[in-house]
């Protein structure tokens, strides 16, 4: 969310903030300059979310999602920036960042990278008193997963029934995003909440084991989809709250 | 300082920093990016140097020295975003912001305007536990001067014996500067140290009160005139060091 | 038009496409990357549309809509760059440009400006086998008009409906356009058709003399607006075609 | 050259012109911003040097010289924009393109796809009247080499011998250049013009065949490398011109 950039407006985040208990806002390279951070911040605020920082590639015209060959330095740098500027205008309104999670190709290009990994978590650490990530449900083998175990940084795993999944717990993350449906996402979350299981692009089943479900807010049907997708969730018997280090924790033991 | 940007290196930052006390390091909008940013800061604390905030217009063309037309909710948003980022770069190493200085036409932009300085003063206000501010000496008659008073924000007032001075106080910034004889700056500041005294371009006399000396670093000239600057100020019995909030507030009194 | 920016659209430019003989392109400096130019240019002439350039300030946070203090080398090279790219994708279609036409605080800003009118007026000689500039009217007293008489460059004066007038033939450019009701655009419309008059802001009375109608394109309501008024034209007996270089010189006679 | 950007100035372009025939320029996206463009192209023309556009990835931060995935859509426009825009300056002053050479990492990305290649070749045809590619020697195998033979477009082929080549003919391109002696510049022009071998990283030799030798604009040393190489083609007997479309032709039968 906080995806506008200059006059540009983008998503429906007022429709979106109906929905939802926790939020990332983009913080300035790949969407959202500073007056629409602060605006997505004060919102948020005052909508009683959640938020984290939702930091991306230095790429306007490619929205952050086309991979670029950066350095662990400039990751690093890109990131604690970004993080940093976020939680300082959080701070400035006495609240603080909830949990970290790259947007676009960033993510993809740290979840298989060792550099960019420590990149990412050292600002978790540096940034946060209580470090909290958020990162796809489906990728145990990523070196981000085993690395912030070890350091004893929770993860919240995230489920994204807006997206297409491969085989591989991989999916599908096109530069535009396409309308999705609601009732194909309700569909897919209602199968998620009874089972665990996705059916993937390739037919194939997927399980997945996850704290949060994802609406990306770019796509043009996102506030009816959150709308659905936390029906759903009540009909299921779950209550909607913010992920919470403590719970995180005593899911992972 | 610190105003590299990607490739493009710019000033002798590693001359200057024999030489100084305090630095006020850019903070990427108009000049400094997050790995510029962050090696100044590891450079200027290994060095024991004090830092501040050194925010800009988003004009990376111009360096942020172009007047433009930005409104109230703008400044408050691009101060907030710069001070933060830098502020958490510093929190990162276990350090704090030591004062803020606007960059280039910003400083004379806020100096005419209440709403600007508003979002000025709120930024150091909300970003810093105890509050410092740069201005040029001179502008008495600033609103911003007269407002940080009122609100109890100490201001370090500084002198640019590397610029011309008009007789009304102002003076004259080039978008690229010049270089300056270091003989000069030192006769400048020599005068200045022995009378409080400035000429100006116009031939009359300007009086200065300061607590500080600025170099600016962009001058290809500044770090031999910082080494004459700092000799200057010790012939005169000055021993150099960072301002404290103590020692303004009580030459403030 | 031609305004959106990577993944941010804006306006509805196939709808007002219906409507229109001629468009104005961003340059991708205040709106407008190279893909979006490019769909731009080839959706215009695939409708028959003459194409114009828009070029603008190097202000994408602020949509070119903030004037800044740029000099007249800095107005002439960004001018040649952003029209001279415009062209050279017009060439490579077999096409040429129809007009420029400066974009937001640009146009205010060489309205008053020797300097900068200099710099555009060469750029429209230099690029431009048959110059041809667009400008408000109402303006009879800016050094554009008076230099382009003088230099046989024609001009076209537009009028603006969706724009509110002050006394002084200047207008009101808000940083994001407000949807303007059509019943208040066909209204004005047709009162100017009637009797050449505008109702300014203050209730005064002013005539403008017009070779254009300009419908903005970022303003939610432009395709609906652009419809009323083509209609109204019509029904006032006009034929709606781009104006031709012979046909502006015939009337400046 | 011609990679300065705003207050940033880089590379010795002045030291170079006295000693090449031929300069590519950069175009806005990777450096280059359009005041510094069009100083370069009227120096370029006032020492009598042919001149070619330089285009590269939308990267300042990057220099140009970090792998993006870019689409072809991506390519095609990117390469239209900055080449036509630099065109079009030339334009101005009754100049011509002399040739396109992709910068950084768009040279070996377009190298091995066949879709950038296209788009590469497509705005090469379009834009000038008689193409002209430049491309590395030692990369027989490229698409792009087998494509332009067979649409007729000319390539000249260049050596550089202020980088380490690699076995495969690939050569090791670094963010930013390091200052190379000129004498192992020289060692290495000189074997290369008795033999036509190179000495490779690995210790391997690679025989190459070249129109044109490059130094590049970045290092350093530039201009004292530059001096060398020229020095060491008149020895060899070597007259010094700008290519010509039709020498190339010439040599390519």
Redesign the interface.
Known sequence: MGE???????GDDPGLRKWITTASLAC?FH?G???T??EAVDASLEAGIAIGAHPGL??????GR??????Q??G???L??????L???L??RGAALHHVKPHG?LGPMINDSAPLTEALLR?VE??MDEPLLYWPAGREDSVVITTAQERGIPIVFEFYPDLEYRASGDFVLR??SAAVQSGDAVTRVQRFLATGEVETVDGTILRLDCHSICIHG?SPTAAEHAAAVACALKEFGYELNAATRASVLAHMT
Do not use: C
Request: aromatic share 14%; proline share 4%.
């Open positions: 506008s950039f200059g006059n540009w407006s983008f300035g969407a300059d500073p007056v951070m602060i230095p790429d306007l015209l490619g929205f086309r991979v670029m060959n950066i350095s330095e400039d690093y740098a890109y604690l920036y970004q993080v940093g500027a939680s300082a205008i701070a400035s190709a600002v540096e940034v530069r535009r770019d």
